[in-house]
């Protein structure tokens, strides 16, 4: 798998709902300002609920933004042994009935699942709780995770 292009589709993926947010945005903004949008009474509340939708999408925007900042400035380094899984590495996991996944770590924000090379890569923050849980574990080690159903044993076979 290639860590690079992942990075690229999780960059591309951020800025087409980056534009979308944006266009959200701004229509609730004109709505919010439109002249016939203006309170004649005090049930007449389409201007502060419209201006309510505007700030919330402008939030979301800036949200956004950011985590895009954040995953151009990730740097994709070799797998070090040493410091165990970091940020932009690339995790492959098997569960106790030896079914396989592949993580990708990067800054939160992003998740999303990708497709390379006809596997499915999840796209996990070091927040989500399985993303806090590999940080500076290494090839072998074994993690429980607990979910709704109970209680999961993974084992990490790889790390790039």
């Known amino acids: 798998m ?3 292009a992942l990075r690229q589709e999780v960059i591309q993926r951020l800025e087409d709902t980056l534009q979308q947010a944006q266009q959200a945005a701004l229509m609730a903004y004109e709505t919010a300002t439109a002249k016939e949008n203006i309170a004649e009474n005090k049930y007449d ?5 419209a201006s309510y939708l505007a700030t919330g999408h402008a939030r979301r925007t ?7 900042v954040d995953w151009k400035r990730l740097l994709l380094r070799d797998f070090d ?4 899984i970091q940020l932009g590495a690339l995790i492959e996991l098997s569960d106790d009935d030896g079914r396989r996944q592949c993580l990708f770590l ?3 924000g992003a998740a999303m699942k990708l497709q390379q090379d006809g596997q499915t890569v999840q796209v996990l923050g070091p927040q989500a709780p399985l993303g806090h849980m590999l940080r500076g574990k290494n090839v072998g080690d074994e993690l429980i995770l607990r979910v709704a ?9 790889s790390v790039d």
């Open 2 to 4: 290639n860590k690079s």
């Open 45 to 49: 509340t389409l201007g502060i609920e």
């Open 62 to 68: 800036a949200a956004i933004r950011q985590t895009l």
């Open 81 to 84: 042994p040493l410091l165990g």
């Open 106 to 108: 990067g800054p939160d």
């Open 149 to 157: 159903s109970g209680v999961q044993l993974l084992t990490i076979l």
